[in-house]
């Protein structure tokens, strides 16, 4: 990962509030949610250790503690005169196609869930303004729940009395 992509993500990552209840409603988000946090805090820590190159390799100490010196030296001649290419990540233009289609899925999905949380709080307000009581008339009921009251007509129409007892 380049420093610029860790340093992107990174921001991501704090700019989430990660005490928010959504994250502690159920147990098992919860754990996982603490497995994800746990992994990011591995992965920031493992790039802080190795954002820099390694340091030299002490062949002497090496040299000391081996019985066979003639081979550290054989290695000591090999790391000295090795000069392997750095490895670079080419990230395909396919992989960003992908991934490019996955988050606009993603974020059609997340679109489509805001209009269902949208809709489900604008209900529930309604149902609080309007809560059934005792006290309650039929008349009202009506007005709330439009639907199972067409249905109470349609069965009264049809003379469907008992319809919805278990004893049919």
Request: overall charge negative; aromatic content about 8%; charged content about 30%.
């Amino acid at each position: 990962m380049s420093m610029s992509a860790f340093r992107r993500s990174a921001q991501r990552l704090s700019s989430v509030n990660w005490s928010a209840t959504v994250f502690k409603g159920d147990p098992e988000l919860s754990s996982m949610v603490a497995g994800f946090r746990a992994w990011t805090a591995q992965a920031d820590a493992m790039a802080e250790k190795y954002s820099a190159p390694p340091g030299p390799i002490d062949f002497s100490t090496a040299k000391s503690s081996v019985r066979d010196v003639a081979l550290v030296d054989a290695l000591e001649s090999l790391y000295k005169s090795a000069s392997p290419p750095a490895i670079t990540y080419e990230w395909s233009s396919e992989e960003q196609a992908k991934k490019a289609e996955l988050i606009k899925g993603a974020e059609a999905g997340l679109a489509f869930n805001q209009e269902m949380i949208d809709d489900t709080e604008k209900e529930i307000a309604l149902l609080r303004t309007n809560r059934t009581t005792h006290d309650s008339s039929p008349v009202l009921m009506a007005e709330v729940y439009p639907d199972i009251a067409e249905e109470i007509e349609d069965e009264i129409e049809n003379r469907e009395w008992f319809k919805d007892t278990l004893n049919k």
